[in-house]
């Protein structure tokens, strides 16, 4: 079974700086899709940004980065020039590829709260 | 934003009761799923569905059952409500990746918040 370990319960920054979400997992799998989401006080689930695991570039969104390192099971998001609207809780997911057994099952992080001060 | 509702919203129930929460979809996706949130869990899966009438477990569906017998509408019961399952819980839909023209992530709806005295 996978398992996704967010380490920072909650962080915080002021705007117009950079914070990173740290996010490790662990799967015997080679090809598999990580996420983040986004839920801000709305509590609607916003997808933030997605990465296959056979891509080696690392995925953009605007503002929104990740450094993905798989050999370390490492999947981390940075969040520049940080804007109050940015204020989240933010979780990391994890889902086997296509072609495996359970196929888009999520496997979600406790998640990370950020708040962005101004 | 895809089209997708839950309902209720917010239910109130006591605890023996049966529950049912709907969720519906505009989107014709294959794929529906309920989750549930609780503070340091993230999201768990409960259940989901891979077409009309093929549903599966997820990791915590003790005590939860799920019915689609339509592509829209995918239905999660709680036959006797616990406190335990006092959460909010989240449907969301996906379609297949090797669907053309469609990506794979899922899509939430607003959630129900379920509270069981």
């Known amino acids: 079974a996978q398992t996704v370990t967010q380490s920072q319960p909650e962080m915080s920054v002021q705007e117009a700086e950079t914070v990173t979400l740290s996010c490790t997992y662990d799967?015997?799998?080679?090809?598999?899709?990580l996420f983040w989401y986004k839920q801000p006080p709305s509590r609607q689930m916003i997808l933030v940004i997605r990465?296959?695991?056979?891509?080696?570039q690392n995925a953009t969104e605007n503002r929104f980065s990740v450094n993905f390192q798989k050999a370390a099971k490492s999947f981390s998001l940075k969040i520049s020039d940080s804007q109050l609207g940015d204020t989240a809780m933010y979780f990391c997911?994890?889902?086997?590829?296509?072609?495996?057994?359970?196929?888009?099952?999520?496997?979600f992080g406790a998640g990370t709260q950020v708040v962005v001060t101004p | 934003d895809a089209g997708i509702t839950q309902s209720p919203r917010h239910k109130v129930t006591e605890t023996g009761t049966p529950v049912t929460l709907r969720c519906h979809q505009t989107e014709n996706h294959r794929y529906m799923y309920w989750y549930r949130q609780d503070p340091g869990h993230g999201l768990r899966l409960i259940h989901y569905s891979y077409g009309v009438k093929d549903t599966d477990k997820g990791e915590v569906s003790d005590g939860y059952s799920v019915s689609r017998s339509k592509t829209e509408d995918f239905l999660l019961t709680l036959e006797s409500a616990t406190s335990s399952q006092t959460s909010v819980y989240f449907c969301a839909i996906s379609e297949s990746p090797l669907t053309s023209g469609v990506t794979y992530e899922q899509y939430f709806g607003p959630g129900t918040r379920l509270t069981v005295t």
């Open positions: 799967t015997s799998e080679n090809n598999y899709y």
């Open positions: 997911a994890f889902m086997k590829h296509i072609w495996a057994d359970s196929w888009g099952k999520l496997q």
């Open positions: 990465q296959e695991a056979y891509k080696q």
